[in-house]
Nanobody
Framework: QVQPVESGGGLVQPGGSLRLSCGTSGIIFRFATLGWYRQAPGKQRELVAT???????MYADSVKGRFIISRDNNKNTVFLQMKSLRPEDTAVYYCNTFPAQDRYWGQGTQVTVSL
């Protein structure tokens, strides 16, 4: 399956942590720069973090210092470790290449930060 499959979301209290995973059988994930994106209700999808094949990373200012993106090239998998979660982090999280390609949008995984 080429389309990525995201997992690891859930309901967490403010200050909590989650680890998201995204994998695909498509080989492109082994070589491309990858990104995590999110879309909150009523808002446009936004870029959260990116990671190159060599593991150079970039983060949106809103998550810098709280989120860590990583990857396992051998398993075509990308991860997003999230800590110190805030209610404003509530969104559906997606992985894709960076820049994103329409054919690689999956179903996403819901992250809800609430008491």
């Amino acid at each position: 399956q080429v389309q990525p499959v995201e997992s690891g979301g859930g309901l967490v209290q403010p200050g909590g942590s989650l680890r998201l995973s995204c994998g695909t059988s498509g080989i492109i994930f082994r070589f491309a720069t990858l990104g995590w994106y999110r879309q909150a209700p009523g808002k446009q999808r936004e870029l959260v973090a990116t990671i190159t094949r060599g593991s150079s990373t970039m983060y949106a200012d809103s998550v810098k210092g709280r989120f860590i993106i990583s990857r396992d090239n051998n398993k075509n998998t990308v991860f997003l470790q999230m800590k110190s979660l805030r209610p404003e982090d509530t969104a559906v999280y997606y992985c894709n290449t960076f820049p994103a390609q329409d054919r690689y949008w999956g179903q996403g995984t819901q992250v809800t930060v609430s008491l």
